[in-house]
T-cell receptor
């Protein structure tokens, strides 16, 4: 399967600042990447689908101006949480889809804590 | 709308005993079904998938899952549990049709293997 990395693995920031999270596909050219958010003891919530060279597709209820997604190349997608607030604290996970069945391969996740 | 149900929040099993983690699904048409495992503060790891063909699917780390179309189930099984199998397990489904189809994840089942 595809190997996916995320950076940073954890970040602590002050309320009102912006945080950028990188997702890299290390061995696979991913035209599509996905960004999920996971709350404690809950399932993954799809935030948006990131498409290389075009605008991301956001799920209903996800603020596109707050969660900026850039998929600048076939191996890199970034999620920027703008003007972060404590309620944005969460575990953010990216994935790439590979193959006909679109099996998803996940990054290790980024723990964001907003003080 | 497609959905996944994992009826058990937690499954406890003694080391060496067989384990089963339950999953039922609802989707239009034929499904692609997936199982993922998540260790604390990590992303999800792909275990196995059902596409078509043999109803019994074998995956990583000795896990297998049985697709039952009449019961719309895809239970995860392992003949002999290890303490290291203790983790959070997610079942996922997507429609088996052309083009990209959104994947829906279950809420997860915590597996606790007792030494």
């Amino acid at each position: 399967g595809a190997v996916v990395s995320q950076h940073p693995s954890w970040v602590i920031c002050k309320s009102g600042t912006s945080v950028k999270i990188e997702c890299r596909s290390l061995d696979f050219q991913a035209t599509t990447m996905f960004w999920y958010r996971q709350f404690p003891k809950q399932s993954l919530m799809l935030m948006a689908t990131s498409n290389e060279g075009s605008k991301a597709t956001y799920e209903q209820g996800v603020e596109k101006d707050k969660f900026l997604i850039n998929h600048a190349s076939l191996t890199l997608s970034t999620l920027t949480v703008t003007s972060a607030h404590p309620e944005d604290s969460s575990f953010y996970i990216c994935s790439v889809a590979s193959g006909v069945t679109d099996t998803q391969y996940f990054g290790p996740g980024t723990r964001l804590t907003v003080l | 709308a497609q959905s996944v149900a994992q009826p058990e929040d937690q499954v406890n099993v003694a080391e060496g005993n067989p384990l089963t983690v339950k999953c039922t699904y609802s989707v239009s048409g034929n499904p692609y079904l997936f199982w993922y495992v998540q260790y604390p503060n990590r992303g999800l790891q792909f275990l196995l998938k059902y596409i078509t063909g043999d109803n019994l699917v074998k995956g990583s780390y000795g896990f297998e899952a049985e697709f039952n179309k009449s019961q719309t189930s895809f239970h995860l099984k392992k003949p002999s549990a290890l303490v290291s199998d203790s983790a959070l397990y997610f079942c996922a489904v997507r429609a088996n049709s052309g083009g990209y189809q959104k994947v829906t994840f279950g809420i997860g089942t915590k597996l606790q293997v007792i030494p």
